[in-house]
């Protein structure tokens, strides 16, 4: 059974820092990942989605990289900023059926 | 397009009712997907639809609940009887085959 975990559980940054959330997942045979952001009390939002066979993506300051062979994935966010508070889920698509980490809450404070 | 649409977006109801949640998909996408968040639990994945057909409802917590897709554009979840640890927000979800999938704002249920 695919199980997935994000590290670390909650991160409190100063704004304008470069900053990196991990993702982990056990199983390699997967089809994509994605990151999603989730702000309280509202619906996913779906940040980037890299294939099986690509190492990253790119969207404005955001980047994800992928290491399937390792099981794991990475979401930069550069020049971090109050906006981007947020709680933050990997993804795990196995035969279209997402395995999700716990998830990562950021807060940028000004 | 307007996204996946979820209705209603809040449903507070008692112990034993019966709560039904609807689903639109996005126009043309082939797959759909019910998803449960609580805090205790995070998300997970209750039951997916291809092409109108139910492929995996292993998450289904209980036989209490039961979901249908009668076409391509309309989904419902529903619980019978209700029981107050079925509170959680329920998110469906849509996507073209293996593709990105794409969230709806959630419905919050509540069960006194």
């Known amino acids: 059974k695919q199980e997935v975990t994000q590290i670390p559980a909650a991160l409190s940054v100063p704004e304008g820092e470069n900053l990196v959330l991990n993702c982990s997942f056990t199983?390699?045979?997967?089809?994509?990942l994605q990151w999603f952001r989730q702000d309280p009390g509202k619906g996913l939002t779906s940040l980037l989605l890299?294939?099986?066979?690509?190492r990253e993506q790119t969207s404005g300051r955001l980047n994800a990289s992928l290491d399937k062979s390792s099981g794991r994935s990475t979401l930069y966010i550069a020049a971090s900023q109050p906006g981007d508070s947020a709680t933050y889920l990997c993804?795990?698509?196995?035969?279209?059926?997402?395995?999700f980490g716990g998830g990562t809450r950021l807060m940028v404070k000004p | 397009d307007a996204g996946v649409i979820q209705s209603p977006r809040h449903e507070v109801t008692e112990m034993g009712q019966e709560v039904t949640l609807r689903c639109k998909p996005i126009?043309?996408?082939?797959?759909l997907f019910w998803y449960r968040q609580t805090m205790m639990r995070g998300l997970e994945l209750l039951i997916y639809?291809?092409?109108?057909?139910?492929?995996?409802d292993s998450g289904m917590p209980e036989d209490r609940f039961s979901a249908k897709m009668p076409n391509a554009s309309f989904s419902t979840l529903k619980i019978q009887p209700s029981e107050p640890r079925d509170s959680a927000v329920y998110f469906c979800?849509?996507?073209?085959?293996?593709?990105?999938?794409?969230f709806g704002p959630g419905t919050r249920l509540t069960v006194t």
């Open positions: 639809f291809n092409n109108n057909v139910p492929i995996d």
């Open positions: 993804a795990v698509n196995a035969g279209n059926m997402l395995t």
């Open positions: 979800a849509s996507s073209l085959s293996e593709e990105r999938q794409y």
């Open positions: 126009s043309g996408h082939n797959s």
């Open positions: 890299i294939q099986s066979s690509q």
């Open positions: 199983d390699s045979a997967i089809y994509n």
